[in-house]
């Protein structure tokens, strides 16, 4: 089996819990100019920064990507 990372879903998430990526970055302790990194695929969440990002948005870290599983 092989699991591949897609999109990234940080920009929806934080819109639906209207925050912003500051106050994300506050809640975290992760740069926002990461969090913008994260949120336009430039760069993957370490397993740290998704759990960290995954408690502040109160939401299970596999809700952070679209995952693509193929056998």
């Known amino acids: ?6 999109q990234c879903l940080l920009e929806d998430l934080i819109h ?12 975290t302790g ?3 100019s990461q969090i ?4 336009r ?3 993957k969440m370490s ?4 759990m960290l990002i995954a408690v502040a948005l ?3 870290i596999d809700d952070l990507y679209e995952w693509k ?3």
């Open 1 to 6: 089996m092989r699991i591949e990372i897609g």
């Open 16 to 27: 639906r819990k209207g925050m912003t990526q500051q106050q994300l970055a506050d809640m």
């Open 30 to 32: 992760i740069s926002k």
């Open 36 to 39: 913008s990194e994260y949120r």
């Open 41 to 43: 695929n430039k760069r």
């Open 47 to 50: 397993l740290h920064n998704a």
């Open 58 to 60: 109160n939401c299970h």
């Open 69 to 71: 599983v193929s056998r």
